[in-house]
Each structure stands twice: as C-alpha cells, then as structure tokens.
C-alpha cells in the first residue's frame, strides 16, 4: 500500500509543519510592536506619567483629568476634560504627545496648555498611558 503510506508521510508532513508555523508565528507576535509585551512597556512608564500630572498637569487639568484644577478659573480657554469619552474616541496618541510636547500651539489649540519641552520620550509616554487611563469606562 505505497500510496497509503505516501498519504500518510504527507498529512504527517502537514501537521508537524503546521504546528511548527504556528509556534513561529506566536512568537513572532510576542515580539512585535501591537502585542501585549508592548501594552506592559505601557503601563510600566504610566505610574511615571502619573507623578508628572499630579505635579505639573494637575493645577489645570484637575487631579482626575476633568479640567477643574485649582489654576482652571483663570485661563482664556478651559482645559480639556480628559475623561471625556467623546474626546477620547476622537483623540489619537500622536496628537497627545505633540500637546504635551509643543503645548496648544502644536495642535492649533491656543498657549493656555503649556509646552513641556524638558520632559523624556518615557515621560511623554507615560502620561499617553494615563492620559488614556483616565477616559470614563
Ligand atoms: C497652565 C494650565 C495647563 C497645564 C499646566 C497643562 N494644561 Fe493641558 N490644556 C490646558 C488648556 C487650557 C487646554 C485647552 C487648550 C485649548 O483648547 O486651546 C489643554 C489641553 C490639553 C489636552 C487636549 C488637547 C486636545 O486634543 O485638544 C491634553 C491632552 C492636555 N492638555 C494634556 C496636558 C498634560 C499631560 C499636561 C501636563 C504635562 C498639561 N496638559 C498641562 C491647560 C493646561
């Protein structure tokens, strides 16, 4: 029975490179760019970007991000509700970052949000994270 054997070596081809493609392509993903080792990388910088809020980002903004902080009342534009879901879904990373970075200015916002030019990539990132962290759920 040669071709009942031939068969068999193929299907038995089949399933040992099939398996080893699908191992391959696991571990490729837990490399990658979108996978969950890059959400960790997120988080871990997000309790960084946490302090800086609560130190500079706060007197505006509030401490939960709701644009009630103590300096709030006195500028030209309101801040931000940064929990706000609609503002959330509209908003990309890119354009936070740039806000914090370059300030309003950087958005065709106006100078009321201040520019943070001394801050680290990891800081900036971080406070994406948080920034993120607090959209209403
Ligand atoms: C001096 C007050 C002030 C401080 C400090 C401040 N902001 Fe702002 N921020 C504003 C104001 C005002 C706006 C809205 C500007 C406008 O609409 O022209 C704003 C807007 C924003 C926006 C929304 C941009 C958009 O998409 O419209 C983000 C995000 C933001 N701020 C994050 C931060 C972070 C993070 C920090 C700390 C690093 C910070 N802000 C510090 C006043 C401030």
């Known amino acids: 029975m040669p071709t009942q054997l031939r068969i068999a070596y193929v299907l038995l081809a089949l399933v040992v490179f099939g398996s080893g493609f699908a191992t391959a392509a696991r571990l490729v993903q837990s490399g990658g760019g979108?996978?969950?080792?890059?959400?960790?990388?997120?988080?871990?910088?997000?309790?960084?970007?946490?302090?800086?809020?609560?130190?500079?980002?706060?007197?505006c903004h509030g401490r939960g991000g709701k644009g009630d902080g103590p300096s709030a009342t006195g500028l030209a534009e309101k801040p931000q509700d940064l929990t706000d879901s609609n503002w959330q879904r509209t908003t990309s990373d890119d354009r936070i970052r740039s806000v914090i970075q370059g300030g309003g200015p950087a958005i065709g916002k106006t100078g009321a949000m201040p520019p943070n030019p001394d801050l680290t990539q990891e800081q900036i990132q971080g406070l994406v994270a948080f920034v993120r962290s607090l959209a209403a759920h």
Request: net charge neutral; charged share 25%.
């Open 34 to 59: 979108e996978s969950p080792h890059f959400r960790l990388f997120d988080q871990a910088n997000q309790e960084a970007g946490q302090r800086v809020f609560q130190t500079r980002c706060f007197v």
